[in-house]
């Protein structure tokens, strides 16, 4: 092996490295903890941190941070793990960079990496969205039950929180504190994606306000419609898993045709990465993997939001 091969072998092997200290786990930091404080707080990280001064660099080398909530200082794990998994994209263009002896998997690594995290990026959306839904299911179901056991609104409002709400929730709950416009709140908060049922929600305290209506059994219809929505999400989800895993076992496939070629001694990455015919057969493969991809995930989508 030549000295630029093995350099660029050693570049891999100090990247994947990288990646791997960059998406520590949980086990690890809390390995950590306890070495630090003498085992303090296995049961509870909280006591052994706030037991030892948290000094700048023993923050940097736990990977975490100290968030300042309502609930008082709390510990909370750094999400670079979720952050950097993109970053494999490219140890994975090096390697073939290397196998191949060419630079287009390099460059082909750079773009996949944009795409793999505007990827992630839309997946973590739609999580956001999922919980911020759950959030307003429980806020409704929460302030019912409120209702029921006596209450009036703004207490029954009050003791069921905001939780999953952020900022906008912190708005509802100071409105209902200080007696201002709860259902102007609740209208901005609904613009969130997720939250659009704080629009009924809204609608229904306002009701209850001005005409005398029950409040209770108006959120508890929001909270079981709402429900019943995710309800059916949720299985629509299930039954496109099955569409989703066979695309992406068509899409793997070229992936496994170069490993056959290569298992069988044809070096298909010297005719793809070094002859004018693999160049074309690489640009059509592509564009017709990439129709491929878009087109199902258009199907899928359609269908979800259908």
């Not at 609930?71 to 140890?91: H, K, V």
């Not at 299911?137 to 069921?160: S, T």
Request: charged fraction near 20%; proline fraction near 4%.
């Amino acid at each position: 092996m030549s000295a630029v091969a093995m350099t660029v072998v050693a570049a891999v092997l100090c990247a994947a490295g990288a990646g791997r200290l960059a998406g520590g786990r949980r086990d690890v930091v809390r390995r950590r903890a306890r070495a630090l404080f003498g085992g303090v707080g296995e049961a509870d990280p909280e006591a052994g941190w706030r037991a030892w001064p948290p000094g700048r660099a023993v923050r940097k080398w736990c990977a975490g941070r100290l968030v300042e909530g309502e609930a008082g200082r709390r510990w909370s794990l750094g999400r670079l793990g979720d952050c950097g998994r993109e970053i494999w994209c490219l140890p994975a263009g090096l390697a073939l960079a290397v196998l191949g002896g060419s630079v287009l998997p390099v460059l082909a690594s750079v773009v996949a990496l944009f795409l793999v995290r505007r990827w992630l990026a839309a997946r973590g959306a739609v999580q956001a969205r999922d919980r911020r839904c759950a959030a307003v299911i429980g806020l409704c179901a929460a302030v019912a039950g409120e209702l029921r056991a006596g209450r009036q609104p703004a207490q029954a409002l009050l003791a069921a929180g905001a939780p999953g709400l952020g900022a906008a929730g912190s708005a509802v709950l100071a409105a209902a504190r200080y007696g201002g416009d709860v259902p102007r709140e609740l209208r901005a908060a609904a613009r969130l994606p997720g939250a659009a049922g704080l629009t009924g929600m809204a609608a229904c305290w306002q009701v209850a306000v001005e005409g005398g209506a029950g409040l209770a059994s108006g959120l508890e219809r929001i909270a079981a419609g709402l429900r019943a929505q995710r309800d059916q999400r949720d299985e629509l989800r299930a039954q496109l898993a099955g569409p989703r895993a066979t695309a992406l076992m068509l899409a793997l496939l070229p992936a496994g045709g170069l490993l056959m070629g290569g298992a069988l001694g044809a070096d298909p990455l010297r005719v793809l990465l070094h002859t004018p015919a693999g160049w074309g057969c690489l640009a059509v493969g592509g564009l017709l993997e990439w129709c491929g991809v878009s087109w199902t995930a258009r199907i899928v989508a359609a269908a979800e939001d259908a």
